[in-house]
């Protein structure tokens, strides 16, 4: 009735318009299949959709207002892309897979995939000429253009490819690196691309490598990682926390990845080296800022296997970065394809601090045809963003369904990928975007040999044509380029950005050039770009100093450990882990530790910190020289319910009472504490009134776990202490509350705070300690808490051990543990059910071994749909991995964190007093209504 109503009111004219577009509309095609995985269990269950003509399929797909969609190719000239480049001369090169995902050869590697050289010969915009670089491959995954050849991801190996004889296909074939794993083929190495640092950088999921290169064992999966082109060196740069399939730069040198699963945006803003062995606080080289949860598709026709309505498998993270765009594209959003959601995000990506964080920018292309599957987006030469279309109905790697999860019995094929007849192998489409504003293209080739011209196109406005330029002057290693440069870097414009980004890829084309070791020119020049205007420009200069034996005192003397830009100053900060021990800047990391903006900012306090560990001895004794009378704490973050506890450092707080009226006004996690005497009775069973706590809290008594409800703001807290808990003498109590917002804290009366034992009642109002663990804030979530860095720092280098937590949580002996382990690639617990004894301590030792996040959520008994449909809603909260995918509800008895691949993790709690059947679930967004089970709570002693 609506649509009739608005036809009617827009009058004739356009009426006609809509008939005549609505007649042009292809239609969609259905049948019944059985071969399509119903994962979300819908009824009716998925059909299948026929697939399209290119031209039919274009009229499907959107593309926002003042954009066009165009063709470049498709079948039967493009089969199958997965990644795309483009050479010096402008020419697009594809790599095609049809082997992917089940046809993995272990011996030979002679497969049926290739790369094509794709070019438009006659300027219509359609590719016309098809020329095969190299053929007999199998599964390569990108590559990326390197002395005069290509480098090739192809679990197990990196392949070097060359063209000696100007026939445009490969004759030289060798392998570089050896080691990638090829167990699953959708989680190896991918997203090669030239770095500004003139190496080679990458991404890996969880199939990993474990090998040799440059004469190191190396064994790491899960993350971004950088070689030079020669591969005499190697480097892991950064942990990401599931299979990984995306890597893009900012023109400012910043490192960004997206990941398959829920974290379609990552920020690398500390490399893992600078962290390895620091201890004390847990430092992250990387982290999630994606800011919202789900993505746009334009069409229900969705088939997900887990995170449903989000990303799930996510590719690419590359910036627009041309200027043929609107002036809001120019080096702030980045494109992240969804293939199972037939579209192209736009991560709108902003700073905040010295990082990044992500913002919807909805999409750049949306398909409603199911087999349109974006896996790569990138700009091209010509400043349009290109994308390739894997056109294709079965997206889906795995898990392989079975009846009770999918719908029907699958086969597990090689590369771990469900084997089905569905998956296409004769379809594939190369689209572009453009901006109908767009300046006229004039294409362009660049020489090795023409240096000037190479040097004049560092200043393009077009970041491709930059970095190209970029290696090609590195790899023509000719000296003699090195004035035009020096110009170059020396020239103090900027951009209405405020950047330079010509002296930027200067000032990198120097150092690659090996100029800075054989030049005393070189040295000056970057020296003095320290003080250029950009800070772009600053960043760059101070990342080739650090990497180019900087000393002491030229990083103090230049000021950039106090550079205005935040972004610019954490270079600064790391470019200290690069330097010798020194005293002096100990002291200049301790004074830098005290400033506020440094301690709130989650990428400086962390990155002063890792640097203080370079400097230790200086960092201490400044801190120690400022605070004579300082005490050591006795405790790490994290471990603070413990009996034995120093809390010679906590503040007092009168309770009860709001926190924010005791002047402490934040958001966040706060842990309490007070000690009791108890004169006799201790054996007997007791209750614990707090009164209510706002928003949660968790509640133990000498470290055992007497209770804790969340998000009941005012409820009033009543627990039962299981009989043994108690002891005679001194008994301390220990509450961590969690405030998300408004007032927090134990705020209610008085007579409401004591501690029944017998007849014995004790009253607990009057004076707490208290201390900070983490405060919320927009951005994230301050690691260091109320402490200041050199607090924490101090604990941990001045002799302290962190305790061990297994040890400090109460349970039973180790021997006694419950142990549940994920199988995996199933989204299953290893254990079904398990018992344990009304009121009891129990200790369970949850491993994760699969190659994704999980958790382990104790929910009331009936309660697991209730739990699990709110994790679901939780899902698209921006802040719910930080919440741990937990949601706040009483019916959550007890929890882990979010459990990374390969990482243990214990949670102990008392045991609820009454029987019955309690669910254990994961809660990671579309995991619960597989991956569940039941503890049993009995009367009886359960058999262990």
């Given amino acids: 009735r609506m649509k009739e109503v608005r036809l009617w009111a827009v009058g004739d004219k356009v009426k006609e318009q809509w008939a005549a577009f609505r007649k042009e509309m292809p239609t969609l095609v259905y049948r019944d299949e059985a071969n399509i995985p119903n994962y979300e269990k819908r009824d009716p269950a998925p059909q299948y959709q026929e697939p399209l003509s290119p031209a039919e399929s274009q009229k499907l797909i959107q593309v926002p207002v003042g954009f066009s969609l165009e063709l470049f190719a498709s079948e039967p000239n493009i089969i199958n892309p997965i990644a795309m480049e483009w050479d010096e001369k402008g020419r697009l090169w594809v790599i095609e897979t049809v082997d992917y995902p089940n046809t993995v050869l272990e011996e030979d590697n002679v497969g049926d995939d290739r790369i094509k050289i794709c070019e438009d010969t006659n300027g219509d915009g359609k590719a016309d000429k098809f020329t095969v670089f190299a053929d007999k491959l199998n599964i390569p995954t990108s590559m990326v253009f390197s002395n005069g050849g290509v480098i090739v991801s192809q679990a197990p190996h ?149 995170v449903f309505g989000g990303f799930t498998a996510a590719a690419g993270h590359n910036f627009y970065s041309a200027r043929n765009y609107p002036q809001e594209f120019w080096n702030k959003i980045a494109f992240v394809c969804e293939p199972t959601g037939h579209l192209v995000h736009m991560a709108r990506i902003e700073k905040s601090g010295a990082g990044f964080i992500e913002k919807d920018g909805w999409n750049l292309f949306a398909s409603s045809d199911e087999w349109v599957s974006p896996v790569d987006a990138k700009t091209g030469p010509d400043g349009a963003v290109w994308i390739l279309d894997w056109y294709n109905f079965i997206i ?7 009846p009770e999860r999918g719908g029907y019995a699958a086969v597990n094929g090689k590369g771990n990928a469900y084997e089905n007849p569905l998956r296409d192998k004769s379809h594939g489409r190369i689209w572009r975007v453009v901006s109908r504003e767009a300046k006229p293209y004039d294409p362009i080739a660049l020489d090795k040999d023409d240096t000037d011209e190479l040097v004049e196109t560092l200043g393009s406005d077009n970041f491709f044509w930059r970095m190209t330029a970029q290696r090609l002057l590195v790899e023509s290693g000719d000296a003699g380029v090195l004035p035009d440069l020096y110009d170059l870097a020396k020239d103090a414009s900027v951009d209405d950005s405020g950047e330079n980004y010509a002296a930027i890829h200067a000032l990198w084309t120097i150092d690659g050039l090996g100029a800075l070791t054989k030049d005393d020119q070189a040295e000056k020049i970057v020296t003095g770009a320290l003080k250029h205007k950009s800070a772009g420009v600053r960043k760059a200069a101070i990342q080739i100093l650090s990497k180019n034996q900087w000393t002491e005192q030229g990083i103090v003397s230049s000021g950039v450990l106090n550079d205005p830009d935040p972004n610019t100053r954490l270079a600064a900060v790391l470019a200290l882990v690069d330097i010798s021990p020194s005293d002096a800047l100990g002291k200049t990391l301790y004074q830098i530790s005290t400033e506020e903006n440094v301690k709130r900012d989650d990428w400086l306090s962390q990155a002063v910190y890792a640097a203080a560990y370079r400097h230790k001895q200086g960092f201490i004794a400044a801190f120690m020289e400022a605070n004579p009378g300082y005490k ?5 973050p994290g471990s603070r319910e413990v009996t034995d506890l120093d809390e010679s450092a906590w503040k007092e707080m009168a309770l009860p009472q709001h926190i924010e009226t005791a002047g402490l006004n934040i958001d966040g996690v706060i842990w309490f504490r007070k000690t009791v005497n108890i004169s006799g009775g201790a054996a007997k069973k007791a209750t614990l009134s707090l009164g209510p706590v706002d928003d949660s809290d968790e509640t133990w008594i000498n470290g055992v776990r007497v209770g804790g409800i969340r998000k009941k703001y005012n409820e009033k807290r009543v627990y039962e202490i299981p009989a043994g808990t108690l002891k005679p003498g001194k008994n301390v109590i220990a ?51 109320d402490a200041s860095i050199a607090e924490v720092f101090v604990n941990a280098y001045m002799g302290s051990a962190a305790p061990d937590e297994s040890k400090a949580l109460a349970s039973g002996p180790s021997d006694k543990a419950i142990h549940i382990k994920v199988i995996k690639n199933q989204m299953k617990y290893d254990l079904k059910t398990f018992e344990v004894q009304a009121g009891k301590p129990v200790e369970i030792v949850f491993e994760n071994p699969d190659f994704m996040q999980h958790n382990l959520v104790i929910t009331r008994p009936g309660a697991l749909e ?47 007093d009454k029987p019955g059947d309690y669910p254990f679930v994961c809660t990671f967004p579309g995991h619960w209504s597989i991956m569940n089970g039941i503890m049993k709570v009995t009367k009886n002693k359960p058999n262990l």
């Fill in 158 to 306: 990196f392949l070097f490819l060359k063209d000696t004889d100007g026939d445009d296909k490969a004759d030289v074939r060798k392998i570089i690196i050896d080691g990638w794993g090829t167990y699953d083929t959708h989680a190896g190495p991918s997203n090669l691309k030239y770095g500004f640092d003139n190496q080679i950088w990458g991404v890996v999921g969880y199939s990993g490598f474990k090998g040799t290169i440059a004469g190191e064992n190396r064994q790491f999966s899960q993350g971004v990682y950088r070689f030079k082109p020669d591969v005499s060196a190697f480097e892991f740069m950064t942990s990401t926390s599931n299979n990984t399939w995306g890597l893009g730069f900012s023109e400012n040198n910043d490192v960004f990845a997206s990941t398959a699963n829920n974290t379609h945006s990552v920020f690398m803003g500390i490399p893992a080296r600078a962290i390895k062995g620091v201890e004390g606080v847990e430092l992250t080289g990387s982290a999630k800022i994606d800011g919202h949860y789900a993505m746009h598709p334009i069409t229900p026709h969705v088939r997900q296997v887990d």
């Fill in 396 to 402: 889906q790697h795995n898990p392989t369904p079975t």
């Fill in 632 to 636: 050591k704490m006795e405790v790490q």
């Fill in 735 to 785: 509450v961590k509350v969690e405030d998300t917002g408004g007032g927090g804290g134990m705020y209610g009366n008085a007579g409401d705070m004591f501690l029944q034992v017998g007849g014995q009642k004790i009253a607990l109002a009057g004076n707490w300690k208290y201390e900070v663990e983490k405060e919320f804030s927009a951005k994230g979530r301050n690691p260091f808490g």
């Fill in 866 to 912: 209730t739990v699990g449909k709110a994790a679901d809603k939780l899902a698209s909260d921006p802040k719910g991995a930080e919440k741990n995918y937990v949601p706040d509800m009483p019916e959550v008895l007890f929890s882990t964190k979010l459990v990374n691949p390969q990482q243990t993790v214990t949670l102990s709690f008392v045991a609820p």
